[in-house]
C-alpha cells in the first residue's frame, strides 16, 4: 500500500513538473493605444508658446525584449531574426528580470510586462493585417 501511494505521489509530482517546464507565456500586443493626456515639459517651449498633445489613437510600430526594466535601455539583441520571427535564447541570468515591450509610435510610449523568470526562450511574430496595414506582435516566452 505505501509503495502505491508512493508511486502515485511520484507520478503526480513529475506531471506537474513536466506541465510547469512545458508552460509557456503568450503575450499579444494591442495594435493601437490611445492617448488621454501628455505633458511637454514647460521648460522646452520657447516663450510665448504653448503645447498640444493630441488625445489621439497611436499604432504599434515593433516589440523588444530587455535585460531588466525598459527605462534602463538594456535591449537585449535576438538570437536569430528571419522573416517576420525574432528569437532570444537566454542563457544568461538576468537579476532585474526580462522584460517584453510593444512599442508605439516608434518607441515613443511602451506597453512593458515582465516574463516569468525561469523563461529561457522567448519568440515574437510580427505580420501586416489588411486592409488598414496594421501590426500585429505576439510574444511566446518558455
Known amino acids: 500500500m ?8 511520484l507520478f503526480l509530482f513529475s506531471l506537474i513538473y513536466v506541465a510547469s517546464c512545458s508552460a509557456s507565456d503568450t503575450y499579444t500586443c494591442p495594435a493601437t493605444v490611445r492617448l488621454a493626456s501628455g505633458v511637454v515639459v514647460a521648460e522646452d517651449i520657447p516663450a510665448g508658446s504653448e503645447s498640444l ?3 489621439s489613437i497611436i499604432r504599434l510600430s515593433g516589440n523588444n525584449l530587455y535585460d531588466g526594466p525598459p527605462s534602463e535601455g538594456a535591449a537585449l539583441m535576438p538570437t536569430s531574426t528571419k522573416a517576420n520571427t525574432a528569437t532570444w535564447i537566454l542563457a544568461d541570468k538576468h537579476p ?7 512599442d508605439y509610435a516608434e518607441g515613443l510610449v511602451k506597453i512593458i510586462k515582465r ?3 525561469s523563461v529561457t526562450t ?3 511574430t510580427t505580420k501586416i493585417t489588411k486592409p488598414q496595414n496594421t501590426l500585429e506582435s505576439t510574444f511566446v516566452c518558455k
Not at 505505501?2 to 505521489?9: A, E, P, R, V, W
Open 2 to 9: 505505501n509503495i502505491i501511494l508512493k508511486s502515485q505521489g
Open 53 to 55: 498633445v493630441s488625445n
Open 96 to 102: 532585474q528580470g526580462v522584460w517584453m515591450s510593444c
Open 115 to 117: 516574463t516569468a523568470d
Open 122 to 124: 522567448c519568440v515574437a
